[in-house]
């Protein structure tokens, strides 16, 4: 799904001499290696998205290797008329680090700001710069026999910066909560290239306006995020993994509303997955093996996490042996190892990378409360059957929180062009039965290009009014992040 409408280049609306006077202006403050021309082989993998599905442009991609280059290049750019658009693993599935190519434009990476700053153990904290991969700063945490709970299946490769910047969520938000939860100071350079430190350290401070919550969920529209401060936890001494069988999502979530109670804030993450997404994981991993005697609908992944005081493993199986009783479960295993316990959340990963291998197909990321997540994958289902046969609906999700990927295949052998069409017109059905339970169309993913006028259809004036005034307020110029999240 190509985003890019303008010149190859991405430099739509600038001549020439403009644009070798703006990229020697780059060269001046940039070393050899921080730019990239748009139009090189190296650029390639800046200009296109994880999935594939989208494809832009942009007159160089340029690579800062301190805040101060940070500062230097965004200055240039509103002194030039070129917009920015600030990328850090680009692993994003909402289009939100791709550059349209509708007006002369540079992707600004971070991934060559990627020094862990700072851990302080005495006050369970970590800084970081903005392109710390996710899995180092995670890495870094453990070393210290501490934890960032922060878990993301592209967790090798997504940034925490770009983590921020999304509000990014994972399997662990029904313990730790998103992103947003776990941050608590940021610094980030601002659209006229002044720097905004807010990274303080403090857990409480009551003193206004936050503006570090207003640039975390932001997507690069407000400013570029240069340095993060986390919060980091205790290791857990013991971990305890299950793979389950249920015969429906009601009782799975039944099953939840039990593990809630039975092990309170000790749960750590709580899986679904249809049976239907197992084919996938074994498109994506042959040797994959299901830890279930049986089929079943509906698998579980659950997991919880404990200090070396406690006994998980029995409070592991007094749930599970309650559940059983109460009809919840059908069948089930506990991991007897963390390699095992590795095997059982495979799946859960691998399933995902399936469906990539399998070709172009229709995500998304649906939000309601949790007593509805059952019927939200039954109507969901109903739809699709009624009215996209050839279609195969699959349905899996941190349904612990609420979050159900429903994501539907589209026959093999379809053209994309037809994909892409009857996509759209399949998303709007599966947005507005979220939307009916009181939903929302992004749990975790965010807005981007790809869900901006669902975003914006969905505000009630005053609410858009708002976000139009927050963005010119920052922004005047437009040159952060342009038609992302709000128009550009």
């Not at 919840?328 to 190892?337: E, K, P, R, T």
């Not at 901006?452 to 004036?461: E, I, K, Q």
Request: aromatic share 6%; net charge negative; glycine share 12%.
């Amino acid at each position: 799904m190509s985003l890019a409408s303008g010149p190859s280049t991405g430099a739509a609306g600038m001549n020439e001499a403009k644009r070798e006077a703006a990229l020697a202006a780059f060269a001046g403050v940039l070393d050899a290696s921080g730019i990239v021309g748009g139009s090189s082989a190296d650029a390639a993998r800046y200009l296109g998205d994880w999935t594939g599905d989208y494809a832009g442009a942009a007159l160089a991609v340029l690579r800062p290797a301190a805040v101060e280059q940070v500062q230097a290049v965004v200055r240039l750019c509103a002194k030039h008329g070129i917009a920015i658009v600030p990328q850090g693993g680009n692993t994003g599935l909402v289009a939100g680090t791709i550059s349209d190519g509708t007006r002369p434009a540079v992707i600004l990476s971070l991934e060559r700001l990627n020094r862990i700053r700072r851990i302080d153990a005495a006050n369970f904290t970590l800084q970081a710069d903005a392109g710390v991969v996710l899995q180092t700063l995670k890495d870094a945490a453990e070393a210290e026999n501490m934890l960032f709970p922060l878990a993301l299946g592209a967790q090798g490769s997504c940034q925490i910066g770009g983590n921020v910047a999304t509000n990014a969520g994972g399997i662990n938000v029904l313990r730790y909560g998103m992103t947003r939860d776990l941050v608590l100071g940021l610094e980030a350079v601002l659209p006229d290239g002044s720097l905004w430190q807010g990274m303080t350290g403090l857990r409480k401070d009551n003193r206004g306006y936050d503006l570090r919550q207003l640039l975390i969920g932001s997507e690069g529209t407000l400013g570029i995020v240069t340095g993060v401060e986390v919060k980091l936890f205790p290791r857990p001494a013991n971990i305890e993994t299950a793979y389950l069988g249920a015969r429906s999502f009601a009782d799975a979530m039944a099953l939840f509303g039990l593990a809630r109670r039975v092990c309170s804030d000790l749960l750590t993450a709580f899986e679904v997955i249809g049976a239907e997404c197992i084919p996938l994981a074994v498109l994506s991993n042959p040797g994959t093996r299901v830890p279930l005697a049986e089929a079943w609908p509906v698998h579980i992944v659950l997991e919880l996490a404990c200090s070396a005081a406690i006994d998980g493993r029995a409070l592991l199986e007094t749930l599970l042996a309650e559940a059983f009783e109460a009809g919840l479960l059908g069948d089930g295993a506990i991991a007897q190892s963390r390699a095992q316990a590795q095997a059982f959340w495979a799946i859960r990963e691998d399933l995902v990378e399936g469906q990539a291998k399998r070709g172009m197909h229709i995500r998304t990321d649906l939000s309601v409360r949790l007593s509805d997540v059952p019927r939200l994958i039954d109507e969901a289902r109903a739809y699709v059957t009624a009215e996209w046969p050839d279609w195969e609906p699959i349905a899996y999700g941190h349904a612990g929180d609420g979050n159900i990927h429903f994501n539907v295949m589209p026959p093999l052998g379809l053209a994309p062009e037809r994909i892409r069409q009857d996509g759209k017109r399949l998303l709007q059905g599966l947005y507005g039965i979220a939307r009916d339970l009181g939903g929302s169309f992004s749990a975790e993913h965010g807005v981007g290009r790809s869900r901006r006028d669902v975003f914006l259809d969905g505000l009630s004036p005053n609410q858009r009014a708002a976000v139009l005034a927050l963005k010119a307020a920052f922004d005047p110029k437009g040159i952060m992040n342009p038609g992302c999240l709000v128009p550009g």
